[in-house]
T-cell receptor, first 118, second 111 residues
Framework: NAGVTQTPKFRILKIGQSMTLQCTQDMNHNYMYWYRQDPGMGLKLIYY???????DKGEVPNGYNVSRSTTEDFPLRLELAAPSQTSVYFC?????????????????FGPGTRLTVL | QKEVEQNSGPLSVPEGAIASLNCTYSDRGSQSFFWYRQYSGKSPELIMFIYSNGDKEDGRFTAQLNKASQYVSLLIRDSQPSDSATYLC???????????FGSGTRLLVRP
């Protein structure tokens, strides 16, 4: 299993440009998440999905959009990039708690995408 | 506003000592708590989770939870230089899929 993969690893955008951050997991997890991590800070939830076709906003959704057409993929779209979106973006996935022997849904993280908006 | 608070550190301990990392949370509805380790430039990886009051041990790691005081801690025994990392505490309500993360505590283990 590759686990959670993210592309690209690094990207520099100009203000106003758009891009899509890709996230794929091969663990057949129902739940997927997008976080951003600013320097010296914890992770803030941007969007999450509990299954194909179902997405919902997290703490900091403004300026982003998501879609979930398959179980495996959960792309994050940035429209009209702004310097405030400079951050490291992590995708994560998990099983629902009821489907785990541990009774809790461990989130597995991808390697991250480092985005700079200039 | 649901919050998870951690001292940013750095917490510096000598090799072989016990490192004690602390976390408080504001939402009394939080039910499950997670400790993630994050090396510089890497993604977080789960070390332990706890959802019952008391202690939970896993090798050199012990998580402690006190729901009355809204306090979670992580003890690392026999600290090694390879334990040097940022430790993130996260909390989740029982009916929520969402984790609320603290800003992390940076641990330095001196050889």
């Amino acid at each position: 299993n590759a686990g959670v993969t993210q592309t690209p690893k690094f990207r520099i955008l100009k203000i106003g440009q758009s891009m899509t951050l890709q996230c794929t997991q091969d663990m057949n997890h129902n739940y997927m998440y997008w976080y951003r991590q600013d320097p010296g800070m914890g992770l803030k939830l941007i969007y999450y999905s509990v299954g194909a076709g179902i997405t919902d906003k997290g703490e900091v959704p403004n300026g982003y959009n998501v879609s979930r057409s398959t179980t495996e993929d959960f792309p994050l779209r940035l429209e009209l990039a702004a310097p405030s979106q400079t951050s490291v973006y992590f995708c994560a996935s998990s099983y629902p708690r009821a489907q785990t022997s541990s009774g809790t849904d461990t989130q597995y993280f991808g390697p991250g995408t480092r985005l700079t908006v200039l | 506003q649901k919050e998870v608070e951690q001292n940013s550190g750095p917490l510096s301990v000598p090799e072989g000592a016990i490192a004690s990392l602390n976390c408080t949370y504001s939402d009394r509805g939080s039910q499950s708590f997670f400790w993630y380790r994050q090396y510089s430039g890497k993604s977080p990886e789960l070390i332990m989770f706890i959802y019952s009051n008391g202690d939970k041990e896993d090798g050199r790691f012990t998580a402690q939870l006190n729901k009355a005081s809204q306090y979670v801690s992580l003890l690392i025994r026999d600290s090694q230089p390879s334990d040097s990392a940022t430790y993130l505490c996260a909390a989740r309500g029982d009916s929520s899929y969402k984790l609320i993360f603290g800003s992390g505590t940076r641990l330095l283990v001196r050889p």
